[in-house]
């Protein structure tokens, strides 16, 4: 049970960590100077999009998750969805000829990567929160 609690701790501070560095990395690229600009290269810019705003998502997962609430795991499992769902739109657009960096497909196969694991380590019966429990309405959720 420690080891569980262990990484499930663990795994909120990657989703927090891995949001807030989402969040820096593409505000420059999406609203910094133009050597920052310059410096993405051919970057996609839906993917660049999606990724920016998902890292807000990464953080409140992860803050969620560290406070074991049951919509941080249906977040990060939609987190999952999602980043899967433009991966496949990535290669659709690479599939079409569409420019892009090889950096983005490394980023895009990390992220994938790490929010299966974060998936996976999530609690399947988290703590319930005020609004589950307001929903329920004398039910039992769990």
């Given amino acids: 049970m420690q080891t569980r609690q262990r990484g499930l701790a663990i795994a909120a501070a990657v989703a927090v960590v891995f949001g807030l560095l989402t969040v820096f990395s593409g505000s420059r690229a999406l609203f910094g100077d133009a050597a920052a600009r310059a410096a993405v290269g051919n970057a996609v810019p839906f993917v660049l999009w999606f990724n920016f705003l998902a890292g807000f998502a990464y953080v409140g997962a992860g803050i969620g998750l560290f406070r074991r609430r049951r919509w941080a795991v249906r977040l990060s499992i939609a987190i999952l969805v999602a980043t899967i ?3 496949i739109a ?3 657009h690479v599939a079409l000829g569409g420019a892009y960096e ?3 497909a490394g980023a895009m ?7 299966a694991i ?6 399947r019966k988290p703590a319930r929160s005020v609004s589950d429990v307001a929903q329920t309405k004398g039910r039992n959720p769990l």
């Avoid at 196969?109 to 929010?115: A, N």
């Fill in 109 to 115: 196969g990390l992220r994938t990567l790490v929010w």
């Fill in 102 to 104: 090889i950096r983005t």
């Fill in 85 to 87: 769902l433009v991966m």
């Fill in 90 to 92: 990535f290669w659709v």
């Fill in 118 to 123: 974060i998936v996976a380590v999530a609690p």
